[in-house]
């Protein structure tokens, strides 16, 4: 396994519209993130990754981009962005961007000349398909925010594919102009000095040029149509053609998000001797408890179930490919809530142990913006509250189409919306959260006056504390980076426990995932000369005996074993 930066990185995500706002206007922007740089220097973290910035109508926030070399108005200006990337660089932090390339906003000059006409030049830098003899779509895939993914062209007479919203348009990948036009841009940001990308659904950007049809689900309008694009027929000669032209010739750190990627295809996208990305973001565990109508309808889940999809990852990408680690992002909702436990009384304990068990995992951590202080899930009462494209149809289609009942909907949006990640960080307990000194774009959640920055800075045994204590052991011990993983106590319901090997050291990794206080049994075969407790969110006693301990509510600890 070769040493690289950013195996040894911590990468914090920041979805700039919900971060600080510099100016008032109550979104978030540029000058307000420059303002944050030496609270995250302080926290210790290596790389930031933005969410979109550039210029864009904001129909689906910024992933919907209408120009890839200009910054949208509200976030600031190009100016602005140079004096970002300047000043993290003095910091020693690096900057990742978002690349968003399966799709532009149908505002793009590109597509604007596309819709056009026919016979335009730039006509097939898009997919264009004829209706079918009675007009009606060309195949029967739906979209992921709901609908056909097919949109009808009054103008042209033809139909484009959008597997987005109907203002994200798909670009067509087999245009050998739209790929060079796309690394063009990527040198572009890579030549002025940012340090990666992060890449929107990159692994649906080939499609099965013969658009079957999608078998219709129960309970659905729509096909799905994502056999015949998600890990596409020419998906691997893309990404090796773009890391030929543009990644191979910079240092920099590529991670694609990549939805219903399984590892047996993550090895073949992350393998080093295959020269195509570094990392891939799968959505196993987040999908866990789907129901129905997937995240609309969840249901319980199992510890054994989280256990085997991480361990089935760390294993299977142990000699080949890289695992990047998360709990959640801005798509996603609040760690804590989601996989901990956010009321008063375990919030914090159970915040500290998720983060134990992620950040000593094998890959590379994210945290999301507010996750290093233990934000939770909001609950707005009205759906007017609520700004999310993805949960606003859902609403529509599962509420007005008579699916779900709106109480039943709206615990779902409480659970699993993507807004639970988007509402302001919470920076201190004066009005707004100190996030805008205007209205905020989306209400800030009401536990901002107990749960904020200040208020964790100044309190030693903060989860921001336990972040910090975490991201310099791994910049200390080889062994939490490059380690191999090995699960122990399989079928503990309770608790999540793993050894990582390296050498003569092994890092003894328990957490447990309940509230009840269940007993820690170390296997005979684990063997060990010393032991050094290296974090813990008890008080835990470094004599005790970790052959046998009993567990507090939701106890993580780390111990170093040597032999």
């Known amino acids: 396994m070769n040493k690289a930066w950013w195996k040894e990185a911590v990468v914090y995500q920041i979805y700039p519209r919900s971060f600080k706002d510099s100016n008032g206007d109550g979104i978030g922007d540029l ?71 399966n799709h532009t906003s149908d505002e793009h000059a ?75 841009m990527m040198k572009w940001w890579l030549d002025k ?120 990852w760390q294993t299977e990408l142990d000699q080949e490919g890289w695992n990047s680690l998360y709990w959640s992002n801005h798509d996603q909702p609040r760690a804590v809530s989601r996989f901990g436990n956010d009321s008063e009384e375990y919030r914090e304990v159970s915040a500290k142990m998720l983060a134990t068990c992620l950040h000593m995992l094998k890959g590379t951590p994210y945290i999301y913006q507010g996750e290093e202080i233990g934000m939770t899930n909001v609950r707005f009462e009205q759906i007017d509250d609520y700004r999310d494209i993805e949960t606003l149809n859902a609403y529509r289609d599962l509420v007005q189409g008579g699916k779900l009942s709106h109480e039943a909907m709206m615990k779902a949006i409480h659970e699993r919306s993507r807004d639970n990640a988007r509402t302001p960080m919470q920076w201190n307990d004066q009005k707004h959260a100190g996030f805008t000194t205007g209205t905020p774009w989306i209400a800030v959640n009401p536990n901002y006056k107990s749960i904020n920055v200040e208020q964790a800075l100044n309190d030693p045994n903060s989860i921001f504390y336990y972040y910090q204590k975490l991201i310099q052991l791994r910049k200390t011990y080889d062994v939490i980076v490059y380690g191999q993983y090995r699960l122990i106590m399989e079928e503990d319901e309770q608790i999540y426990a793993y050894l990582r090997q390296l050498g003569n050291q092994t890092l003894l990794v328990i957490t447990n995932f309940s509230e009840e206080q269940p007993v820690f049994r170390l296997p005979d075969n684990v063997t060990y000369s010393s032991k050094q407790l290296l974090i813990s969110n008890y008080n835990v006693d470094e004599q005790d005996e970790i052959r046998q301990t009993k567990l507090r509510p939701y106890e993580a600890r780390v111990y170093l074993l040597t032999t």
């Open 31 to 101: 000058q307000g993130i420059i303002s944050k740089l030496d609270y995250l220097n302080k926290l210790g973290i290596d790389v930031i990754w933005l969410c979109p910035v550039y210029q864009s109508p904001n129909d689906d926030n910024g992933y919907d981009i209408s120009d890839y070399y200009q910054i949208m108005d509200e976030f600031g200006t190009m100016d602005d962005f140079d004096q970002l990337l300047a000043e993290a660089h003095k910091r020693g932090l690096k900057v990742m961007m978002n690349l968003v390339v």
């Open 110 to 184: 590109w597509f604007i000349a596309s819709r056009s006409s026919t016979d335009n030049d730039k006509r097939d830098y898009y997919i264009w398909k004829k209706p079918k003899p009675d007009g009606s779509p060309p195949n029967n895939w739906g979209a992921a925010f709901g609908g056909s993914a097919w949109e009808y062209d009054e103008q042209t007479g033809e139909y484009y594919l959008h597997l987005f919203s109907k203002k994200q348009p798909d670009l067509n990948w087999e245009n050998p102009r739209v790929r060079q036009d796309i690394y063009e």
């Open 193 to 312: 000095g940012v340090d990666g990308f992060r890449m929107d659904v990159i692994n649906l950007i080939s499609k099965d040029q013969n658009f079957p049809d999608g078998v219709v689900p129960e309970g659905h309008e729509y096909g799905d149509g994502s056999p015949f694009y998600m890990n596409g027929p020419r998906i691997h000669e893309f990404l090796q053609e773009m890391n030929r032209e543009v990644l191979s010739k910079y240092d920099i750190i590529t991670v694609g998000e990549m939805p219903g990627v399984d590892t047996e295809q993550a090895r073949l996208y992350t393998a080093e001797h295959r020269r195509e990305l570094q990392m891939v973001f799968h959505f196993e565990h987040v999908s866990l408890g789907d129901g129905q109508y997937g995240k609309w309808s969840p249901g319980e889940w199992k510890l054994t179930d989280l256990k085997r999809i991480f361990s089935k």
